[in-house]
């Protein structure tokens, strides 16, 4: 497995609350090998080459278009950059798979089409296959010679996935599971060959089963007529008492809800890769749309109005881009010296990732977000030719719409990465009552010194330590029953999640700026922090108004502003600077 240029220092999922990072224990892009360069080069001539002058038909699902274009990916390795040399893949790091998702993003459904094969297609087959199964299975999946879906939903079972209806029962005779039931939403689903479908056994033990097309009973549903990724699979799946070898159990039984969640906290993590891409090249077409029209006798890219949103484009670009890579560097960092021939490899693999589940959930959030905002402004900058089809940002703005739902809601992210923290605590794995016993002791002794070195850096130590004060204040009110108290733990995530995005983009430009280079990168991490801790400041008060009242809440409010003070920037002549390196460029540059 190719390795990242990663610092040795390894850090505890969530310990970014608790403990400074410096800027050499991150990775970022600037950090790529020559290895991750040169599949970012063959995923870039394969788009140029194979997808790019398809689009129009994959948009207009023209039978068989998408998979033939897949399948030529295959034969790059390109749906197969983590699996295993011997079942047809190219072994290479995580972080690779990652810039083969940033390239393939361009178009949203195309890239529906390849993250479902390259993710939850081959992964559960990869991560929890038996060697049997993987060699039956993977190496036509790493080609695509065999496409690859994922069935988990249910008409009545989305975010609830556990609440699942499809049955499994075992024959008299013991060599069978007779699956009967209906799968919802089911990606790659029209097209399928190999299905992974969870069911539970006698009604009750939730299992996943490797399924082919081809057994009888099995039958897709009708393409759905859909908002976006219209060019992408999206159908029911139907089961009707098909016959699935023993054999074909993937997993334990009833350890089905193990590889659901292990793969969704892979599938929020790559969103951001996925963001990044798609954001990259709306941003671009915005670039250069603003140069070419006119109005009132210049260029609209002269106006500041217009410089301001490029600006803002590029700015929650660059921080979701320095977080989603720091979290792949720290994943890689638990991988070091990881290999699939190794023992329980894939086990390493899932506790490496799992480690920094809270961490993907703020990815998964924080990317789908930014790529909303990225697409709606460049929808507002190409004015009334943005709602004509002939231009590619009113498709981007209907495909981004998804990314909210997809790998589990942002409503259910946003509760699940501030569960995950508290958890960590619980089984003291994370030191968070300590750390929020240390901010009360500083807080009581009065106004402190900020450790920062500089205004920047004390911005992000005091967004921190206002997750701290919430989380202290909150699980003082409600103790066990804080997981009840949805807006709360929203909010807590909200300041958490911000707090993580300052870190990542400050560190990054520190990198940067000992290269001497990112010079848009300071102006981006400039404007970015105040925006972040004005976020962290609304969603703080809330959080404390929730929890506590009169003198409390009162003392609470000074303390918050305390933490939330800055010195401003002039943010406009910042994002005036910002957007003339973007024109220059004519195109999203660091």
């Given at each position: 497995m190719a390795s990242s240029t990663l610092s040795p220092t390894k850090h505890q999922g969530g310990s970014f609350l608790l403990e400074p990072t410096t800027s050499d224990e991150i990775f970022t892009p600037e950090d790529f090998t020559d290895e991750h360069r040169a599949?970012?080069?063959?995923?870039?001539?394969?788009?140029?080459?194979?997808?790019?002058?398809?689009v129009e038909g994959i948009q207009h699902q023209e039978p068989g278009l998408a998979v033939s274009i897949l399948r030529k990916s295959g034969q790059l390795g390109l749906p197969a950059v983590v699996i295993p040399e011997k079942f047809g893949g190219m072994e290479m790091d995580l972080t690779s798979a990652m810039i083969v998702a940033e390239g393939i993003s361009k178009d949203g459904s195309y890239s529906a089409w390849h993250g479902a094969q390259a993710g939850i297609g081959a992964l559960p087959l990869l991560l929890f296959g038996t060697e049997d199964q993987k060699q039956r299975y993977l190496p036509k999946v790493s080609t695509a010679e065999m496409v690859a879906a994922y069935c988990?939903?249910?008409?009545?079972?989305?975010?609830?996935?556990?609440?699942?209806?499809?049955?499994?029962?075992?024959?008299?005779?013991?060599?069978?599971?007779?699956?009967?039931?209906?799968?919802?939403?089911?990606?790659?689903?029209?097209?399928?060959?190999?299905?992974?479908?969870?069911?539970?056994?006698?009604?009750?033990?939730?299992?996943?089963?490797?399924?082919?097309?081809?057994?009888?009973?099995?039958?897709?549903?009708?393409?759905?007529?859909?908002?976006?990724?219209?060019?992408?699979?999206?159908?029911?799946?139907?089961?009707?008492?098909?016959k699935v070898p023993v054999e074909?159990?993937?997993?334990?039984?009833?350890r089905g809800h193990i590889i659901a969640f292990n793969i969704l906290n892979l599938g929020r993590l790559k969103l951001g890769p996925f963001a990044v891409g798609g954001a990259k090249e709306v941003l671009r077409a915005s670039i250069k749309y603003a140069k070419e029209r006119k109005a009132f006798g210049k260029s609209i890219a002269e106006f500041g109005m217009i410089q301001h949103k490029l600006a803002e484009m590029a700015i929650r670009l660059f921080a979701t881009e320095s977080c989603s890579y720091r979290v792949v560097g720290l994943i890689q960092g638990e991988l070091e010296g990881f290999s699939?021939?190794?023992?329980?490899?894939?086990?390493?693999?899932?506790?490496?990732?799992?480690?920094?589940?809270?961490?993907?959930?703020?990815?998964?959030?924080?990317?789908?977000?930014?790529?909303d905002y990225v697409v709606d402004e460049g929808v507002q900058i190409h004015g009334g030719y943005g709602y004509h089809q002939d231009y590619p940002v009113e498709r981007a703005y209907r495909d981004s719409r998804i990314n909210r739902i997809f790998e589990g809601t942002n409503e259910i992210n946003r509760l699940l990465a501030t569960g995950m923290l508290l958890k960590r605590a619980q089984r003291g794995q994370l030191g968070l009552v300590e750390a929020v016993k240390k901010l009360q002791a500083e807080i009581l002794g009065g106004p402190s010194l900020s450790t920062a070195a500089d205004e920047d850096s004390k911005l992000v130590e005091n967004a921190k330590k206002v997750a701290l004060l919430t989380?202290?204040?909150?699980?003082?009110?409600?103790?066990?029953?804080?997981?009840?108290?949805?807006?709360?733990?929203?909010?807590?995530?909200d300041i958490s999640m911000n707090a993580f995005a300052m870190e990542s983009a400050l560190l990054r430009?520190?990198?940067?700026?000992?290269?001497?280079?990112?010079?848009?990168?300071?102006?981006?991490?400039?404007?970015?922090?105040?925006?972040?801790?004005?976020?962290?400041?609304?969603?703080?008060?809330?959080?404390?108004?929730?929890?506590s009242d009169g003198d409390a809440l009162r003392m609470n409010l000074a303390v918050l502003k305390r933490f939330t003070k800055f010195e401003p920037v002039d943010a406009i002549a910042t994002r005036r600077r910002i957007a003339a390196r973007l024109l220059s460029a004519d195109r999203y540059s660091v």
């Open positions: 599949i970012a080069r063959t995923t870039e001539e394969f788009w140029t080459k194979e997808v790019a002058p398809n988990l939903s249910e008409p009545q079972a989305g975010s609830d996935a556990l609440a699942a209806k499809t049955r499994a029962d075992l024959t008299p005779d013991g060599k069978h599971y007779i699956l009967n039931g209906q799968k919802m939403w089911i990606t790659n689903g029209g097209a399928a060959d190999l299905y992974t479908i969870f069911a539970k056994v006698g009604g009750e033990k939730f299992t996943a089963f490797l399924v082919e097309r081809k057994f009888p009973g099995v039958q897709p549903g009708a393409e759905e007529k859909k908002m976006g990724i219209k060019g992408s699979s999206t159908t029911a799946v139907y089961l009707d008492n098909v074909n159990v993937l997993g334990e039984i009833g699939w021939s190794q023992p329980d490899a894939a086990k390493t693999m899932l506790k490496a990732v799992e480690e920094y589940a809270a961490e993907c959930s703020f990815i998964k959030v924080f990317a789908s977000e930014m790529l989380l202290g204040v909150a699980y003082q009110k409600h103790m066990a029953a804080l997981e009840d108290q949805q807006e709360v733990l929203a909010g807590i995530t430009t520190q990198k940067l700026a000992k290269q001497h280079k990112g010079e848009n990168a300071q102006d981006m991490t400039a404007v970015f922090l105040r925006e972040a801790m004005e976020i962290v400041e609304s969603s703080a008060r809330t959080v404390l108004a929730a929890c």
